[in-house]
Structures are given as structure tokens and as C-alpha cells.
């Protein structure tokens, strides 16, 4: 089996990485580290199953060789990400898309996209069922890649009407574990945020509710849709609600901290609820997730302090600064 990862260096796509490979595959891991950081990809580094390319997927990108399967996963990924890169969010999720449908029907693989919860947009209604339509605002600043997606669905399931390509369409909910960058997105910063004594930031009034899957269980669902005979979309996302003022109470109790609560803006367009349905994936892939939100903190907060304090932060002097 040979298997293309797009974002290979990204938080999820580096956890793919290491499962398939750990489940015998043969891998070719390609990002063009915008977002991605190589120090994902270390464990891997040399083996002779693996083989990493540089290079952007919304240019021209040519897979040598033999390919199975192709898991498009590279994007931008967090809100404060695709606010940055909001040409290069459109780009990968429409021409990346376009590129990676073509690899993988050249190569008669099948192919997986990585879509999203925010395809929903700001749910009108909830649970969310992979039926509803979603309730997105082309025009706001979180557009760029809740289009993207929607655009990267459309031309995923063309493909497979015009040229019978395999497809399979996850749309995935907040994730989170080892290897969450800092990049703006709760889980990440509030756990760094209470490792340094800072205040955790609740945007808004911390009212508004997520459904946190953590990373081993997404992977586990992922991999069992990738080898399905289910096209979807189909929701792969942890249906335990929780409110982000819920979330930091968590957060605090896991770590210890004593810190402040500080309250900031909500941005633009943040979804007010957002929870999965997973009938389908419990159904037809046998799935649910196994780790519950406590634990799931108290494995990533290990990580991170492990992280910053091989780094000299946690304890040292240094400002921990963005990124672990
Ligand atoms: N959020 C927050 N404080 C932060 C970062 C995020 O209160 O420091 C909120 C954000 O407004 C949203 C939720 O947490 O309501 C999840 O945000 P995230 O960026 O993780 O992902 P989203 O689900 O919005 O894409």
C-alpha cells in the first residue's frame, strides 16, 4: 500500500502519517510548511517507507510512482491561520483540491478529503446531521475557508459522479491533542496560555459550545472511512458538547493553573454551536470516539509540558512564545 498525505506536516496529517506507516503502508508525505513544522515528521525522518516532498499542492504537483490512496489534508487550519492566508486557504482547497482529485484518478488510487464542521457554518440547527446545508456567510473573514471546503466537497463528489473516481468526504470537528500548534485555536492556546500564567482568553462570553475529539480517536475514524465502502460525507467528530467556559474550567483543573479569566472580543461570524451527529459513523464504520474530554486534556497538557520544557520554557526563563 502507498499512500499520499497533502499537509503531512500539519497536526493531523503527521498523526496520519504515522498511522498508516505503523499499519505497514508505504508513505509520501508532501506540505509546503507554511503552516506544517518538519519536527511532526521526525520520528519518520529516514525510514525507507517514507518520503517527504516540498511542495506546494495548489502548483503543479507530480507523485512519482505507484499510488493507492491519496488524503488530501494540507490547509491552512485554525482561524487566526486562514486569516493570515486567506488566498492560500481558497487556493488549496480549490486548486490543491483540483490537483490532488487529478493525481489520484491518474493513478487509479482513491481519495480522501479532509472537509470540515465549518461547512455547517454557524448551525441553525443541532446536532448537525450530515444532511443539513449549513448556514455560511460567503463574504465574512471566515469565508475563505468555509468555501474553500464546500467548493473542495463539490469537486470531490464530481469527480466521483464524472469519472467514478473512490472518494471518500470527512467532515471534521474540532480536533486536538499532541502536536496543536499555538495557532490561535482554543485547546492550543488555552493550555498555553494557563502553562504560563497568563490569563485564558474567552472570546465572547464563553457561551457559545464545541464538541473537542481528541486526536487518536479522529485518526481511528478517519482510517476506518479511508478503507470503507462510504463515500459520505460523513460527520468523524466527538459528539460531547461543551462550552468554551466549560472548556477553560478543564483546562484549569488539568493543568493546576491559577490564573484569571480575561474576556475579548468574539470574532466575526464564531459558529455559536457546533456538535456532530455520528449515526452514520457509528453505524456503518462501527466507530465512536473512546477518550473523554478530562483525559484527552491531560494527555496533551503532559505533551505540552514535556514540549516547552525541553525547550527551556516551562521553569526556564525564556517567553514561551507561539509555538511549541
Ligand atoms: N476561543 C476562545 N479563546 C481563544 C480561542 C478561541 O474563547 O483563545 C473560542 C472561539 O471564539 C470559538 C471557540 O473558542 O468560539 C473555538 O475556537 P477555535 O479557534 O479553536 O476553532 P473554531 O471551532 O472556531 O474553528
Not at 123 to 132: A, D, G, K
Not at 140 to 156: L, N, Q
Amino acid at each position: 500500500m502507498r499512500v499520499v498525505i497533502t499537509g503531512a506536516a500539519g497536526f493531523l496529517g503527521s498523526h496520519l502519517c504515522d498511522r498508516l506507516h505503523g499499519d505497514g503502508a508505504e508513505v509520501v508525505a508532501v506540505d509546503n510548511l507554511i503552516t506544517g513544522h518538519l519536527d511532526n515528521l521526525a520520528r519518520l525522518a529516514g525510514d525507507e517507507r517514507f518520503t517527504f516532498m516540498h511542495c506546494n499542492v495548489s502548483d503543479y504537483v507530480h507523485i512519482p510512482g505507484p499510488v493507492d490512496a491519496v488524503l488530501h489534508f494540507a490547509s491552512p487550519a485554525s482561524p487566526q491561520d486562514y486569516l493570515e492566508y486567506p488566498i492560500q486557504t481558497l487556493k488549496v482547497g480549490a486548486r490543491g483540491t483540483h490537483n490532488m482529485l487529478g493525481v489520484a484518478l491518474a493513478k487509479g488510487a482513491r481519495f480522501m478529503l479532509a472537509s470540515t464542521s465549518e461547512v455547517y457554518g454557524d448551525p441553525l440547527v443541532s446536532p448537525q446531521t450530515e444532511e443539513y446545508w449549513g448556514n455560511v456567510n460567503p463574504v465574512g473573514p471566515r469565508g475563505v475557508y468555509d468555501e474553500a471546503k464546500r467548493f473542495a466537497e463539490a469537486i470531490t463528489m464530481a469527480y466521483h459522479r464524472a469519472h467514478g473516481l473512490e472518494v471518500r468526504v470527512a467532515r471534521i470537528f474540532n480536533v486536538y491533542g499532541p502536536r496543536l500548534r499555538v495557532d490561535g485555536r482554543v485547546v492550543s492556546n488555552f493550555i498555553h496560555q494557563a502553562l504560563a500564567g497568563r490569563p485564558l482568553t474567552i472570546f465572547g462570553d464563553g457561551s457559545q459550545t464545541r464538541s473537542f475529539c481528541y486526536v487518536d480517536d479522529e485518526v481511528e475514524g478517519l482510517t476506518r472511512l479511508l478503507w470503507s465502502d462510504s463515500t459520505g460525507p460523513m460527520n468523524i467528530g466527538n459528539p460531547h458538547e461543551f462550552t468554551v467556559r466549560e472548556l477553560a474550567d478543564l483546562v484549569l483543573e488539568a493543568t493546576g493553573a491559577d490564573v484569571e479569566i480575561e474576556h475579548l472580543e468574539l470574532p466575526t461570524d464564531d459558529p455559536k454551536q457546533r456538535r456532530p451527529d455520528i449515526t452514520k459513523a457509528r453505524e456503518i464504520l462501527g466507530w465512536e470516539p473512546e477518550v473523554d474530554l478530562r483525559d484527552g486534556l491531560a494527555r496533551t497538557v503532559a505533551w505540552y509540558r514535556e514540549e516547552l520544557s525541553s525547550k527551556g520554557y516551562v521553569g526556564g526563563s525564556g517567553d514561551p512564545g507561539q509555538s511549541p
